[in-house]
C-alpha cells in the first residue's frame, strides 16, 4: 500500500545555522523558488509551488560543520546532494559566485565536490560523455 494515493511528495531537509540564509542559497544555486516557512527559521526551494518535491532547510541552534572527506573524530557528513550539469567549468563558476567553496579534495575528472555555506558538500557532475555514456557519479 502506498504511503499517499492522491499526491506524491517528497523532499529532503537540510539542517544549518541559519535555515533560511541556506535555503536562499539553493535557490540562487538552482534558480528555483525559496518559500519560507512559518516559523521564519526555515524553508524550501523548488522549481514551482506544485513541482512534487523540494529541498528543505531548518535552523537547528546545535549544528556543527560537518567535515568532508570525513577524518576521524571530526562531524561527518551524512548524505550530499548530486546536481547533474551540462558544462562542469561553468556550474562551478556559478556556484562559487553564489557562495559555495570548490572540496580541497576532488576525486574525479567529471565530478566537482563543492560546499555549501552551511558545510554540506554537494557534487556538480556531468551526466553523460562525448559518446553517449553515462559518467561514473560515485
Known amino acids: 500500500m502506498p504511503l499517499r494515493r492522491r499526491k506524491q511528495w517528497w523532499g529532503v531537509t537540510l539542517d544549518a545555522p541559519d535555515g533560511v540564509a541556506l535555503g536562499r542559497f539553493y535557490a540562487r544555486l ?3 523558488q525559496f518559500f519560507p516557512d512559518e516559523s521564519g527559521l526555515g524553508g524550501s526551494v523548488a522549481p514551482s509551488e506544485n513541482a512534487g518535491y523540494n529541498l528543505g532547510f531548518q535552523t537547528e ?7 568532508w572527506p570525513a577524518e576521524p573524530g571530526r562531524p561527518q557528513m551524512s548524505m550530499h546532494l548530486e546536481i547533474e550539469v551540462d558544462d562542469l567549468d561553468e556550474a562551478v563558476a556559478h556556484a562559487v559566485e553564489m557562495g559555495a567553496t570548490p ?36
Open 30 to 32: 538552482l534558480d528555483w
Open 61 to 67: 541552534k546545535n549544528y556543527v560543520r560537518p567535515v
Open 103 to 138: 572540496a580541497e579534495f576532488q576525486p574525479q575528472a567529471t565530478v566537482r565536490v563543492m560546499i555549501d555555506p552551511a558545510g554540506h558538500p554537494f557534487c556538480l557532475y556531468l551526466g553523460e560523455s562525448d559518446e553517449g555514456e553515462e559518467a561514473d557519479v560515485r
